[in-house]
């Protein structure tokens, strides 16, 4: 089974950037369709994006569209989330999540694997 590790968390102001890493380790990435979620205190786990096992398609949550870009290096068995414009809204914590399937999943129950999380606030 496939180890997943989110980095690149952190603090910044209101229209600060970031960029999350989700490092893979066990199975390589390309035999998973992938997602990123976030979780607020008090609220529950959402969908931020996914991308397909193929790579060729990803998916983004209103909230985040224009805003955020998924990514994945299959050479570095790495995925990552862009983050721009980021607002107070965002502040979250970030899990990387892998599913056995081809398609994006939009759900948290359909992905098995996830990370520990990462810690992003977006101070106005």
């Known amino acids: 089974q496939v180890q997943l590790v989110e980095s690149g968390g952190g603090l910044v102001q209101a229209g600060g950037s970031l960029r999350l890493s989700c490092a893979a380790s066990?199975?390589?990435?390309?035999?998973?369709?992938m997602g990123w979620f976030r979780q607020a205190p008090g609220k529950e786990r959402e969908f931020v994006a996914g991308?397909?096992?193929?790579?060729?398609?990803?998916y983004y949550a209103d909230s985040v569209k224009g805003r955020f870009t998924i990514s994945r290096d299959t050479g570095k068995n790495t995925m990552y989330l862009q983050m721009n414009s980021l607002q107070p809204g965002d502040t979250a914590v970030y899990y990387c999540a892998a599913r056995n399937r081809r398609g994006i999943g939009i759900s948290r129950w359909d992905y098995n694997y996830w990370g520990q999380g990462t810690q992003v606030t977006a101070s106005s």
């Open positions: 991308i397909n096992r193929s790579g060729d398609d990803t």
């Open positions: 066990g199975r390589t990435l390309s035999n998973y369709a």
